[in-house]
């Protein structure tokens, strides 16, 4: 008999082996394109020191209080044991302490305090990318509270929102606000214009109180919010429709009894996914509150926010990308299978270096989108800069917030059964990565938003983006290794340019069916543009080169190639709705 010590199995003893577990290093120091793209930017040491330091603590430090945020999720208590209503949301320590982190480290400030001019928003992006994945979803009221600052901004900082812009923008952490985004009612989140019923009712001394139901308010703990109502006249009367809604912004406050001001926490959302955070539905019931935008421009003046927050998604997007590939690779140098590590199975790298091609792209196109926001902020943006902004940013969160759940969900797979358990950590980086897709307007109502833009715009957009995807290519004319693709974004563009002709002049009624190859080819092409860019700088690797070259191998234009194949012919919208709706008994 064998000596109880050479026994695999036993009670005492269950197995000799233990899978290493995938280790987060620093994202910063991990991470060869951020580091490039910084470096060619922005190369201030400061900058570099701080990233790579932050990098350091959320490996170190913060990503263990985001797995906190995730195990105890915010809980609601309506009432007090003696029936008195009390609507606190608790949130975790691991929550608490990331409000005060987030102001410190300046996650929002940075882009206001502008210390890097054209680059503060760079700066600011890059950082929140290193902090995203850890953040326990954290970075949805920065998001939002770096939307309201911009809003406040733009509309002047004044009374009364000059103290909650200072807070919203502060690095300290007593003083710091975060803000709520209340659009979305019960008849439409998508159609906000014909689904707002929240009433403003006007006050003697120029404020007003807040009657309605908001369907979805994430990170419901927040100081204030920005939100939408239609005022009521003299007679009790609202306009309807988008003409109808004023932008209004409300303190969210206790009274001395301890009781929330006009407002009742119904409950919170039970979520597929961010769970970290709360998600409530409110009751309104005269919420004292004041109009910040002129009567009926409440769409308008709220679009800075989504511009802010749109761009807030994109970014996480790539952040969630950028961690499942990191952790991935890491493990497959850890994980053995067939005799051998999986790093040294082709076929598995080949799956790696898939994801790591999106996850690149993903990153350039947020950045580009940062770019062009800081230079609007500095002052320095061109009427071209303007446009580019403008069509991008519904571009890019439609597309990052996609290929988020695609490359996450190829990435749980590369862990195995791994993936999948819970308690790992892995399975909320696919949860969270599904919203992505869904909050900050959907992927067909983005898609819609690019046709508007560019229909609004008479064409400007799309000179923009012409112009500028073309200047980026001719930086490359003389790097021979990039000519293939260059050739292949040149040949996409000139495809893309016949639908970009219907899409200024609307005559063509195929436009509503193509607007989401559309956008998705005017992602593809421009990825494409900025990886070759990226690969033609001096300081570029053959990496970077190798990226540009797989990224272009792909259908770049998407819209043109269904368009030939008929897909958007008068009679699809007929066949979709039969194939969708086939109700043929055999
Ligand atoms: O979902 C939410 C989540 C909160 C959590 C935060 C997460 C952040 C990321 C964190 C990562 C971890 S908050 C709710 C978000 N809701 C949406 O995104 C709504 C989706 N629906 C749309 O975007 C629609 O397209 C609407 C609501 C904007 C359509 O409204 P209208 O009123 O029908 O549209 P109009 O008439 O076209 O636009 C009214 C005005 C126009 O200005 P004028 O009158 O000057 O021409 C438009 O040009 O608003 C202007 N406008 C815009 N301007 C509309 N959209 C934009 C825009 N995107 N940019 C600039
Ligand atoms: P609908 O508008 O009903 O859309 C349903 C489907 O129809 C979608 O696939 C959509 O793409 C499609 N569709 C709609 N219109 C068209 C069209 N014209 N053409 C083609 N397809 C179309 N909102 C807030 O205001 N504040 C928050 O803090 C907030 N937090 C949220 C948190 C979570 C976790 C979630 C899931 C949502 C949150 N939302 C919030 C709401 C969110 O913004 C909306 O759910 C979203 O904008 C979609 O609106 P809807 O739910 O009304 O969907």
Redo the contacts with the bound molecule.
Sequence with gaps: EPAFDSVPFSSAKIGCFFQERPVLKNSFLEDALLRGYVSRHLPQEAVISDLCAFGGRVADEIDVWGRDCEVSPPQLVQYDPWGRRVDHIHTSAAWKRMKDLSAQEGLVSIGYERHYGEWSRVYQMSKLFLFSPSSGLYTCPLA?TDGAAKVIESLGISWPVEKAFNRLTTRKAEDFWTS?????ERQ????VAN?TETVAVPQMDGSYKLYGY?W????TDADMTLTLARVQDASGSTTSGSRGLSLFYAEVCRDESGQLKGIEVQKL?D?LG?RQMP?AELLLDGLPAYRISVEGRGVASIANMLTITRIHNSLSAAGAMRRVVQLARDYATRRRAFGKLLKDHPLHVQTLARMEVETRAAFLLVMEVCRLLGKEETGIATELDTHLLRLLTPVVKLYTGKQAVAVVSEGLESFGGQGYIEDTGLPGLLRDAQ?LS????????LS?DVLRCVARSAGMVFHAYFSHTKSLLAGASGVCTLSPAVQAVHGALSKLELVAQDAITKESSYLDLAARDLAYSLARIYAGALLIDHASWKGASPADTYTALRWCEQDLCPVATNKEKGWYNPGTPLHDAALVYDQQTH
């Design positions: 939002m709520g985004q209340w659009m979305t439409g989140g998508s159609d689904g908001k979805f308010t994430s990170a959302k979520k961010t998600t919203v869904i909050w900050e307007g959907t992927t067909n109502v819609l």
